[in-house]
Nanobody, 123 residues
Framework: QVQLVESGGGLVQPGGSLRLSCAAS????????VGWFRQAPGKEREEISC????????YYADYLQGRFIISRDTGKNTVYLQMNSLKPEDTAVYYC????????????????WGQGTQVTVSS
């Protein structure tokens, strides 16, 4: 019974930081690809980061410009997304998703999704 529970979203000022959490149950995150996506109103969902033991380095979308960091705690079976230097254009609903070990960067190879958490960057 795969379940993903996201938390950590909220309202922050431009330049601020947030850490999103994706708590997984029903599987071990170490053996799968866990990706972060976001979707702004009126726009398509886009993959922004992913971590998998089958990849040498985590995946990041180029437009993040090094502002986000993905990590995982295998003991807590949780994947995190540290978001720094947030911009208004980062405002979106953020989702985590799980796929096979090679799913990172595919944008389509994910099977299960969390409920999403709202991130709003505004002064």
């Amino acid at each position: 019974q795969v379940q993903l529970v996201e938390s950590g979203g909220g309202l922050v000022q431009p330049g601020g930081s947030l850490r999103l959490s994706c708590a997984a149950s029903g599987f071990r995150v170490y053996y799968y690809a866990v990706g972060w996506f976001r979707q702004a109103p009126g726009k398509e969902r886009e993959e922004i980061s992913c971590i998998s033991s089958s990849h040498t380095l985590p995946y990041y979308a180029d437009y993040l410009q090094g502002r986000f960091i993905i990590s995982r705690d295998t003991g807590k079976n949780t994947v995190y997304l540290q978001m720094n230097s947030l911009k208004p254009e980062d405002t979106a609903v953020y989702y985590c998703a799980v796929g096979g070990p090679g799913a990172c960067g595919s944008n389509t190879g994910y099977d299960y999704w969390g409920q999403g958490t709202q991130v709003t960057v505004s002064s």
